[in-house]
């Protein structure tokens, strides 16, 4: 089945790490991502991650990958007020010939100053 | 960079009433796509495009409609707005980034059907 969840809502201090879990069902995932969705705008990509990839790291931000037990997370290390958004995971499946994205609930990242 | 303009950014509709949401890309994609935002949801597919008058529905289509004429525009109909249709609606269009299908998104369409 093609499920993808998250927990809603995780609140940290500014200047300590976030980790933001993610756990997906479909072992046939190509690529995994997350995106950022601050208030009143839409999903901007933040980083990606390919399937036979165990960790990615972007500056501030480290994707690790543990396909065994189809969990994803994203560590967000000095985490500043401007990182307080809505963090979505998703997978890419292909069906056919159609490449399709699945998005998690969101989690809501509230960080406190 | 890609972008994607949603004309209206906030919408107020009456039931029964016919809603169109505007989408225009500026690059030349393919694909293009309609979700709704829900919360505790998160993202829901209602249809896609992957080329001019090609439509294929997605997860939740009942209710909604597409049309896409012209490369750059997709747009998504609802024949008569229902109170359950009240969300944010998001566009996307997708490229290709090392090989990772990558989504750029407009800024949302919020609909409300009183």
């Known amino acids: 089945g093609e499920d993808v969840e998250q927990s809603l809502f995780l609140s940290v201090r500014e200047g300590d790490s976030s980790v933001i879990n993610c756990t997906y069902t479909?072992?046939?995932?190509?690529?995994l991502y997350w995106y950022k969705q601050e208030p009143g705008a839409g999903l901007q990509l933040l980083t990606y991650?390919?399937?036979?990839?165990d960790m990615k790291q972007d500056q501030r931000l480290t994707v690790l990958l543990n396909k065994k037990d189809k969990h994803l997370s994203l560590r967000i290390a000095d985490t500043q007020t401007g990182d307080s958004a809505i963090y979505f995971c998703a997978e890419s499946l292909i069906r056919g010939a159609t490449n399709k994205l699945i998005f998690g609930t969101g989690t809501l990242l509230a960080v406190q100053p | 960079d890609v972008k994607v303009t949603q004309s209206s950014r906030y919408l107020v509709k009456r039931t029964g009433e016919k809603v169109f949401l505007e989408c225009v890309q500026d690059m030349d994609h393919e694909n293009m796509f309609w979700y709704r935002q829900d919360p505790g949801l998160g993202l829901r597919l209602i249809y896609f495009?992957?080329?001019?008058?090609?439509?294929e529905k997605g997860d939740i289509p009942e209710g909604y409609s597409v049309s896409r004429e012209k490369k750059e525009r997709f747009s998504l109909i609802l024949e008569s707005a229902s109170t359950n249709q009240t969300s944010m609606y998001l566009c996307?269009?997708?490229?290709?980034?090392?090989?990772?299908?990558?989504?750029?998104f407009g800024a949302g369409s919020r609909l409300t059907v009183l």
């Open positions: 996307a269009c997708d490229g290709t980034a090392s090989g990772a299908n990558v989504l750029t």
């Open positions: 479909d072992s046939s995932s190509t690529y």
């Open positions: 495009s992957y080329d001019v008058k090609m439509k």
């Open positions: 991650i390919f399937s036979n990839m």
